[in-house]
């Protein structure tokens, strides 16, 4: 009898819990983003402060993959349908294919934006101490960051429901709170969710995910040191972030997505 009465109530509170997700896991992911931003906000911190952030960074992606694997699964049974084992897909082909999202994205952001005000562009430039401090923010944005948004945002506010309409709809919250959490860079940041989100939808492992969003932040680091080293002209304006590459790496980006299109083809037939 009294093991009955804890699976109801258990499963009581999964019901009241369940449509709240996207909120809590929005929630969740602030926090943790926030936490370990914490040791960026002192100054002259250097190599010192982004340490920490990675270490902070680890601990936050350890206790979110324990939410994600043990907890989250007894709450909601729907959840199991995603799995964290590692996708059956080229990875290599998925990394490249983003920097050709990248762009596209840029020039979605910049057609819906010139809709609504003019768009002041202007040339990419930084000094070599802004191109070190980028690179080195870059392995945290790379490596750290896609692991913990991509668990927050989209596994633990989308694997909870188990069917494909009501993920979708979830996919497109996440994607406006994904946004709006970036401010300055929402209509790329809304993009970027909803596209992260759909493919967790579609391959069933946030992995896939985590991969393209990695290749994105690579992408968009890259872009830096291209620019700085005059390879090739970046037109760039603030408001929203947005990062025109030349043609040159319009159509490097081509021909890797083709040749990551060829791996990933190859490795399904695998």
Known sequence: MQDAEFYNDKDKAAGLLKPLMPLLATAYGLAVIYVTALPLDGENLGIVGEMLTWLL???????????????????????RQFSLRWPKVSIVGLLLLAPLLMVVKEYIVLGITSQMHPVALEPMSCTAAELREDLLSGVHAVLLAPVLEELCFRQLAISPFRRRGAQVAVCVLMAILFGILHVRNFPGAFISGLFYGLVFVWSRSIWCSVVLHAGSNLSA??????????????????????????????????????????????????
């Open 221 to 270: 680091t890259l872009l830096a040191v291209y620019s700085w080293l005059q390879l090739g002209d970046v037109q760039t304006t603030r408001l929203p972030v947005i990062f025109l590459p030349d043609a040159k790496f319009i159509v490097g980006s081509m021909a890797l997505a083709a040749v990551g299109l060829v791996l990933l083809m190859r490795k399904k037939k695998e």
């Open 57 to 79: 960074s680890l601990a936050a992606i350890g206790l979110t993959l324990l939410l994600v694997h043990r907890v989250e699964p007894e709450l909601f049974p729907a959840a």
